[in-house]
Each structure stands twice: as C-alpha cells, then as structure tokens.
C-alpha cells in the first residue's frame, strides 16, 4: 500500500508539473505576442521613421549583447539542453529569470528563432529544481527534467506524441521507458497541453501554426514524391552549410559578444527591410505564403527560403539565440509552394514532402520529424512523409559540414 500511495503521489506531482509547463509556456507566448505587437504593430501606426526595422533590430541586438555580457550566453540549443539532461540528469537553474529574458529579446525584435530552445532549457532548470526540493522524489530529479522536457516540447508544437518521441529517439539506440514511466510522460504532456489550450480558450487567442488541407490527388503525383524529397534534401546541405559558415565566424569573434549581437541585429533588420518574411519564427507567416504563393513567385519563394535559413544560423550564432524548427519548417514549405508553381502539383503535397526531408535531413529522427509535421500536414500523407523522413536520414550530410 504504501508503494501504492508514493506512485499515485508521484503522479499527481506530475500532472501538477505538466499543468505549471503549460501555464508557463502560455504566459511566455502571450507576452511575446503581445510584445512583438506592440513592436511591430501599435508603434510603426503611430510614428512614421525611417528605416524602422533596421533601427529596432539593431538597437535590440545591442541590448542582447550587453544583456549576454552581465548574464551569460543563453539560452542553449535545444540539442545542448537535451544533451545535459540525459548525461547528469538535471539542467542548472540559477539562471532561470534571465535564461527567459535572453529567449524573450530576439523573438521581440523578430529573430528568425524558435521559441523551443530558451524555453526548453527554462522547463528543464525549473523541474531540476522541483526535484531538489521535493526530498521525497529526490532520486528522480532526473526523470522529472526529462518528463518536463517532454511536456515543453509537446505542448510548444501541439504535439504530444513527438514531445514523447523526440527526446528519446536516437541515431543509434532508441530506448523506450518502462510502461510505468510511460504513463507519466503522458500525464504531464497532457495536463501541460491541456491548460495551454484551456488558457487559450478563457482568454479568446490562438497560438500555434494553421493545419493545412490538401486536394485530391492525382496518382501521377505521387511520382514527384523522390525529386521532392532530394530537393529538400538540398535544403538540408544549405542549411548546413550556412550553419557552417555562421559557426566559423562565432569562433573567430567568440570575444566580441556585443559586437556580434549588434551585427547579426543589423542583418536581421536590413534582410527584414528587403524580405519581410525571412523575420520572425515563421509559424504565423507560412499561411501568408501558402495564401500568396502565386503573386509571390516561384523564384521569390526559393530567395526567401535560402536567405532565411542563411539568417536563422546568423540570428543563432550571432547571439540572438532560439530554435531552428519553427524557420526550417518555413523554409520547408516556401520551397514546396515553388516546386508547386514549377511543376504544376498541388501545393500541400509539394510541402509535405519537402519539408519532411528537410527537417528530417537536419533532425536525424524520422518518426520525430513526421508527429513535428502532423500538425501541419493532413493525415493521409504520412506514408509519404516517411518516404521522405527515412530518405532524408539515410542520405548522410558529410562530417566536414557538421563539425564545429
């Protein structure tokens, strides 16, 4: 009875975590939004400067830089944060408050970053420090870290099954926990999930990427599924590349974090000025472009896509750090809407598969990339988009390209 009683208590804690991460999450969104809103919206109505964009770029890249100098280069990539937790089994969290300010500037001055990374690392120090205090659960601080890491990443992509599946999948050995385990992860992914979408509601926002629809398609389509994939492949070299060149530049100006910060801020703001659309995450501009496809251009839609993934490795390296997904997954879809405009194939089916293969090409974990992209895509092309998922993680990216 009494192990009874600690494991239905364990569960309870769990839910109660899930639960915080899903409030936390909603209020870190809601600020941003309400934030980049104000930035971008509410001032640009009422006062008429030039250059705008550049300025407000610029000047936030300087406040990230001072604000790196006095607090340290956060937040960590999301691989970083997953790779502490699984090696010690926690994520420090002295830091937590200005880990939350370093993801919050560059998503306000419209980095082309995620949200995932900053907030990961912030859900991960916050269940560390849970675990120490609750003496009684001392020994699982590990897996409370790692359950509301889980529970981030399910709830930031509306995804419970790949915030269960992403941690864990591996390029060598996916190892599953015990059945007992299992039904925790899920308690507080669904209990975090739950009160994001509960505050969602209360409050009359939406926050999260739109689902799109395909058409009927032609059986002849389907044959477009292999070039599709190895063009979003190619993606993933570009993407590589750039994130090469951008590493190798951090390297050689490790010293100057001000001056870096304001450099990558003037990059932003001067790509914003020209391509509006490579700025931000790109969560909320990839129905802008779906919708607009045509009147951009086929040409227009690969330069967007080719500069945005040059500056989310620029934004990332250069300081104003967030995650990858959220752009990769633009660019996926900006490059599919060309190959629609090209080739004549319809729109949701050219985005799928290209967007599959390209974040899988960068991810590694098939089954990972395609519950990611369940959210956007319709159901009926998940066989597709594990062609092109299994495609892109076994067509290997040279060692020279993923070297620091």
Known sequence: MSKIKNDLLYLLYTVILGAIVGAIIWGFLRIMNLGIA?????????LDFPLYTVCVCTVGGLLIGLWKRRFGDYPEELSAVLGSVKKTGRYPYRNLF???GSALLPLLIGASVGPEAGLTGVI???CSWVGDKLKRFHQEVGELTAIGMSATLGTIFRSPMFGFVEPIESDRETVLPKTSRIVLYFAAILSSLGIFILLNKLCGVSMGMESMTAQALDRSEYLYAVPLTLVGIIAGYLFFIFKKLTGTLKAKTQRFVVL???AGGLLLGVSGTFLPLTMFSGEHQIGEVTEQMKDIGAVMLLVIAAAKLLLTNICIDSGLKGGHFFPVIFCGVSIGCAMSLLFGLDAVFCAAVVTTA???HTL???LATVLLLMIVFPPGLIPIMLFAAIAAKFIPTPKKLLSE
């Open 98 to 100: 200005s880990t939350m």
């Open 260 to 262: 870096r910060a304001v």
């Open 358 to 360: 390209l974040v899988g």
């Open 364 to 366: 590694k974990k098939p």
């Open 38 to 46: 104000f930035l971008w919206e509410y001032v640009p109505s009422k």
């Open 124 to 126: 991960a120090g916050l």
